[in-house]
């Protein structure tokens, strides 16, 4: 919000500008302490207002006289009100109103869902009305029943229709109210009328059963059995002839949906005849999920944080000094002419000849004389470079989609694209994107925003000191603009130890982190592995959920669980998206080698669907640093400058990347195009003032947690000793008891924990007794049935 504001201050016309009425939370509880309080005040005010108003009629208006006193509790207010409301006004109902001003109060005190309250106030003032009328039927003059709208609507009412149309509009009223708020239809009357009969029948059954026994002690002496009633009496759904059969119908009706009526035969000697009435089954309109809506609204998951407020743009600085992009004419001219020179030396013709400035550098395309061999203009990059006297000359031939041939030119004075100008862009601010990444400028002074849950995986490359870093905070400050703490967690590895630090602060609004570790960005290289190998487990636990929730991506497992359709106690929870960012790459492929590569090639090949991404920037872009199963997965790519036509060609399959300039000068491509970018910058005290802004806020506990991988010498042995049990052991044995499926995937899901320890904690619980033996790929029987019982076997064992 407050970050949509600032955007949008600068720029009043940008048609996103929205008005929005929400109060915080502070504002909440004053309105609803006000309206509690307002409403208490009407009810005493009227209550008082019964007993005094005679006294205080001729008081009444003369608000302006201080020393005046009336005998109202709230003397010239209750005096005052209670004349308006009740007198002039509906007469008694009008405590209906007072009732619910005091009840919206504890609505917004309590900030409960408004929409019930809609309603309670839509009926309570029809009902209002109609009482009020009502009263005026039953009283000849106004009174402090009806009020004069009361008295009046009804003299009305008798004008017009009569006293017997006044009846049968009143009726009518009351049917409408009847079955549109209380839901009555004949069926509910019918059976509310046959239960009534049967309390009756049950309530006189002690006589019955006294008689009965009568009869059947009288019977017994003849060997038959006659009813002393007489046998109309008989064929109806009654349980008169004995005792049994009446608690026996009666608890058929609860349990099932038969109810049952003896038939008793006419004929004496012949067979009573049971006969089963099905009672009709309920039916329910609306499903569990569409009314936890109703009753709650959608799920929120911003609602933990929910005074949370988005860095402001004033954090960031503007870096431009002496404003935006200024053309140099002098410049473009003396370019233009050399180019052109430079051409007709090698006897290349120029039909036209355009130019387009950029930041750091100007495009001129030229459309070639016809006949001209492009190879032949691609040939002279160097005698152009050469007679430009300029470094960083990149020869594009022909422009994808264009017809033209593009020389890109640094210019002279490169002008710092600032983060501030970009996030403040109506690109980036209405960017509908899931992840929003504001990079840069384009060539034509464009912001390019792209969205990073749709490359799926970034790899970034550049020799040192060509603005790589900078590239990876303007990515993590681009989503900490748009992003809410609920939505996006980063995973930071920063093996250099210095680049990401300043992170640490918004440790537990942001970052995600193994448990029991304390520094939640990783400098060391086996907590890297596990990190890696912890977010393939955290993979998988996502696609069983998603397996579970029956959908494709976690964009609709998120839809899905907003829509209350997906029931937390079955381990669902709202999923953020995992952002892993991987600060020198080469610097952990020399180190771990395959141990980081495995798990990062199978996240970058699985993880796209689940909500996790990848940015990795390397300094050297080697065939053995970024090998080929990495490529492959990493269609996203971003050059800035490097050293040699190898690396280029390694990074973005062709040369490009050695002609940049630096400082931020950088090639995208997310596959066929190349885009030249110069990237946004954003300073070190920048980063700490939107962190500290962050960080000084009310946050998670901890961290997001990840779960536990335990390494390959934890082992897996079964563990029998009650000392050595796992600490989540209990926990783990109550989940399992009370879903009463023995699956270690659910205690992961649950427990939050890894595959291993999961799997060992089975394996002690099967130690215990407490669930069965594996049984392939069916979970395994629990063999304690309740929680009871649990405690109950715990506690023995602690005692032997
Ligand atoms: N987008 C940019 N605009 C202007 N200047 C930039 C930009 N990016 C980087 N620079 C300049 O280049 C310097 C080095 O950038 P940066 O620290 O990002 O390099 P690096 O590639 O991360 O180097 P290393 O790999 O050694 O950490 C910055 O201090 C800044 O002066």
Redesign the pocket.
């Known amino acids: 919000m407050a970050k949509k504001k600032s955007a949008t201050s600068k720029k009043p016309k940008t048609p996103s500008k929205k008005v929005s009425f929400t109060l915080s939370k502070q504002q909440k509880i004053l309105l609803g302490s006000f309206l509690f309080l307002l409403g208490l005040a009407l009810v005493f005010s009227f209550i008082s207002y019964f007993f005094t108003w005679q006294a205080d009629h001729s008081l009444v208006g003369d608000i302006t006289d201080r020393e005046l006193v009336t005998k109202n509790w709230l003397n010239k207010f209750g005096t005052n009100v209670g004349h308006f409301f009740i007198y002039n006004g509906f007469g008694i109902s009008s405590f209906i109103p007072a009732v619910l001003i005091t009840l919206t109060g504890i609505y917004y005190f309590f900030d409960y869902p408004k929409k019930q309250l809609l309603k309670f106030w839509f009926w309570g003032i029809l009902v209002m009305l109609w009482i009020s009328v009502l009263f005026g039927f039953f009283t000849s003059k106004n009174s402090l029943l009806s009020g004069i709208f009361g008295y009046e609507i009804n003299d009305l009412m008798q004008d017009y229709l009569g006293l017997l149309g006044a009846i049968l509009v009143m009726t009518f009223l009351l049917i409408a109210y009847a079955v549109m708020r209380l839901k009555v239809t004949p069926e509910k009357i019918a059976t509310a009328l046959k239960r009534t009969k049967k309390d009756i029948a049950s309530d006189f059954s002690s006589e019955g059963v006294a008689n009965a026994s009568e009869d059947i002690a009288i019977d017994s002496e003849t060997g038959t059995s006659i009813s002393s009633k007489k046998p109309s009496e008989e064929i109806k759904p009654t349980t008169e002839a004995t005792a049994k059969p009446l608690d026996l119908s009666e608890k058929k009706v609860e349990n099932n949906p038969l109810e049952k009526i003896v038939l008793k035969s006419e004929i004496e000697g012949d067979l009573d005849m049971e006969v089963e009435q099905a009672v009709e089954e309920e039916t329910v309109s609306e499903n569990l999920s569409d009314k936890l809506v109703k009753d709650y609204g959608e799920f929120d998951p911003r609602l933990e944080l929910s005074n949370y407020k988005f860095p402001t743009i004033e954090l960031l600085r503007d870096?431009t000094s002496g404003g935006g992009i200024t053309i140099n004419q002098e410049e473009l001219e003396e370019n233009k002419n050399r180019i052109v020179d430079t051409l007709s030396n090698y006897k290349i013709g120029i039909a036209s000849i355009k130019a387009t400035v950029g930041p750091t550098v100007t495009l001129y395309e030229i459309v070639p004389e016809a006949g001209i061999r492009i190879s032949k203009i691609k040939n002279l990059e160097d005698d152009i470079a050469l007679s430009l006297s300029a470094l960083g000359i990149r020869i594009i031939a022909p422009i994808p989609g264009r017809g033209t041939i593009g020389i890109e030119v640094p210019n002279k004075n490169p002008k710092?694209?600032s983060m501030r100008s970009v996030i403040a862009s109506p690109k980036f601010q209405n960017a509908e994107m899931e992840l929003p990444l504001a990079l840069?400028k384009t060539i034509s002074n464009e912001t390019f925003v792209v969205d990073l849950a749709k490359m799926p995986h970034l790899l970034m490359a550049?020799?040192?000191?060509?603005?790589?870093?900078?590239?990876?905070?303007?990515i993590l400050t681009s989503l900490i603009y748009k992003r809410h703490p609920a939505e996006v967690k980063f995973v930071l590895v920063d093996p250099?130890k210095v680049?990401l630090t300043l992170f640490n602060k918004i440790e537990r609004h942001f970052l995600a982190k193994l448990p029991d570790t304390e520094e939640a960005i990783i400098t060391d290289t086996t907590k890297v592995v596990h990190t890696l190998n912890s977010l393939c487990i955290e993979m998988d636990n996502r696609y069983d959920l998603l397996k579970d929730a029956m959908v494709r991506n976690i964009k609709e497992y998120n839809t899905k669980f907003k829509a209350r359709k997906l029931n937390p106690n079955e381990g669902h929870h709202f999923l953020p998206y995992i952002v892993l960012v991987v600060?020198?790459f080469a610097d952990l492929i020399m180190t771990a080698g395959k141990e980081v590569e495995t798990p990062i090639a199978r996240l970058a090949q699985l993880a796209r669907a689940i909500g996790i991404h990848l940015i990795i920037a390397t300094?050297r872009p080697s065939v053995n640093v970024i090998t080929g199963i990495i490529k492959a997965n990493f269609p996203a790519r971003i050059a800035?400058r490097v050293t040699s036509k190898i690396d280029s060609r390694t990074i973005l399959d062709g040369s490009g990347a050695d002609q940049l300039i630096?400082?931020?000068d950088m090639l995208y491509t997310q596959g066929n195009d190349l885009i030249r970018l110069?990237?946004?910058?954003v300073d070190t005290p920048e980063v700490a003032d939107i962190t500290e802004y962050i960080g000084s806020q009310k946050a998670y506990p901890e961290a997001h947690q990840l779960p536990e991988y335990v390494g390959e010498e934890g082992g897996t042995n079964l563990d029998i000793n009650i000392d050595e049990r796992d600490n989540k052991f209990r926990e783990a044995a109550e989940v399992l008891v009370i879903a009463q499926q023995g699956s270690a995937s659910l205690l992961q899901r649950k427990l939050k924990l890894g595959y291993n320890r999961a799997g060992r904690i089975i394996d002690q619980l099967e130690a215990a007794g407490i669930v069965g033996q594996f049984e392939g790929s069916k979970a395994r029987q629990v063999l304690v049935p309740t929680i009871e019982a649990l405690n109950q076997l715990l506690d023995n064992e602690n005692n032997t």
């Open positions: 870096h710092t694209v840069g550049g020799a040192t000191g060509q603005g790589k870093s900078v590239g990876l905070n303007a250099k680049e600060d020198e300094q800035f630096g400082r931020g110069q990237c946004a910058f």
